[in-house]
């Protein structure tokens, strides 16, 4: 069969469950154990031949992305060939409905579609083993965007897990008119550690209780970021976010991974609705997204 003319794959955006992080390791990272679940918040990225490597980015907060080699899909385009030995020339195109520098790994999701779209475009037929393992070395989220579901991350957050989650989670996400970097966010945690603040949460054990059980309360209660109180430190207006989302109904609030942006859990799919609504309307952020989650990761969209 002759290569396809060009791929487009989906991919979900992340919010940590749970993220406990643990010393800064001598390779700059930090050690964590961390619970992902896929959100229905979606980038699409497609892939096409062309003479040489070229990057188009859609939508929102495009303009702050890098259009060079530095890209995060354009690395792992050039990883892929360099394992397959294919020519990287390819035309990627991102549209962006994951926020940009939001702590929803939307620059991951990027990667590991790229890695899905190229894969399928040169029927390069690695297997998901194989496909994990590049996208493991391309950043500590690109395998979870891989694989999407709910899964237990240790490791730098590249080691994954599946982890058993029954039901469906209605969340709206509360999105800032302005990025965090992720590794200034990591920075001042260990600023903040060295000086005997932030201590580490508590483990995941009540996280994986309730998705287990599929109980919306129980979760909301047990939900815990290590990086919060970094992140609001950076950013205190979140924390007006994190109350104003409680006082509408939230039954769990936390800042998503590295922020700024902030996830409510709702206790049904009515009850996000109305949260959205309340808390889009009191101008404490930019914008709100409604999504649900698990759902699946990096998937091949039909062609036509
Ligand atoms: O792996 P990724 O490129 O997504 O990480 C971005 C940055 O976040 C790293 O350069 C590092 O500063 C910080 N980080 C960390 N420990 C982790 C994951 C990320 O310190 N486990």
């Known amino acids: 069969m002759p290569d396809p003319a060009a791929v487009t794959v989906r991919v979900p955006a992340k919010v940590n469950l749970h993220l406990r992080v643990g010393s800064r390791r001598p390779d700059g990272y930090h050690g964590l154990t961390t619970v992902f679940q896929a959100v229905s918040l979606y980038d699409e990225v497609t892939v096409e031949p062309a003479p040489s490597p070229r990057l188009d980015v859609h939508g929102e907060g495009a303009g702050q992305l890098p259009r060079d080699g530095t890209n995060l899909a354009l690395r792992a385009v050039h990883a892929l060939a360099a394992r397959t030995g294919r020519d990287a020339g390819v035309h990627v195109t991102l549209r962006k409905g994951i926020?940009?520098?939001?702590?929803?790994?939307?620059g991951s999701a990027d990667a590991a579609a790229a890695l899905v779209g190229a894969d399928a475009l040169w029927g390069t037929r690695l297997g998901t083993a194989e496909l994990v393992r590049l996208a493991a070395d391309l950043g500590s989220d690109v395998a979870f965007a891989l694989l999407g579901g709910t899964a237990l991350g240790t490791g730098r957050g590249e080691r994954l897990s599946p982890v058993l989650?029954?039901?469906?989670?209605?969340?709206?996400?509360?999105?800032?008119?302005?990025?965090?970097?992720?590794?200034?966010?990591?920075?001042?945690?260990?600023?903040?550690?060295?000086?005997?603040?932030?201590?580490?949460?508590?483990?995941p054990a009540g996280v994986l209780a309730a998705v287990r059980t599929g109980d919306a309360i129980a979760l909301g209660r047990a939900l815990g970021n290590d990086l919060q109180p970094a992140a609001l430190r950076l950013r205190p207006a979140l924390r007006r976010v994190l109350a104003a989302g409680r006082d509408a109904g939230a039954v769990g609030a936390l800042v998503s991974g590295s922020g700024p942006t902030v996830a409510l859990l709702a206790r049904s799919a009515d009850a996000a609705v109305a949260l959205a609504a309340e808390v889009a309307g009191l101008g404490v952020c930019r914008t709100v997204r409604q999504a649900h989650g698990p759902v699946e990761g990096a998937t091949v969209s039909p062609s036509g």
């Open 99 to 106: 926020p940009v520098a939001g702590g929803m790994a939307g």
């Open 165 to 203: 989650s029954t039901g469906r989670y209605h969340w709206v996400f509360a999105l800032a008119a302005e990025g965090l970097a992720t590794p200034q966010v990591y920075a001042e945690l260990d600023r903040m550690r060295a000086a005997g603040r932030a201590p580490a949460g508590p483990d």
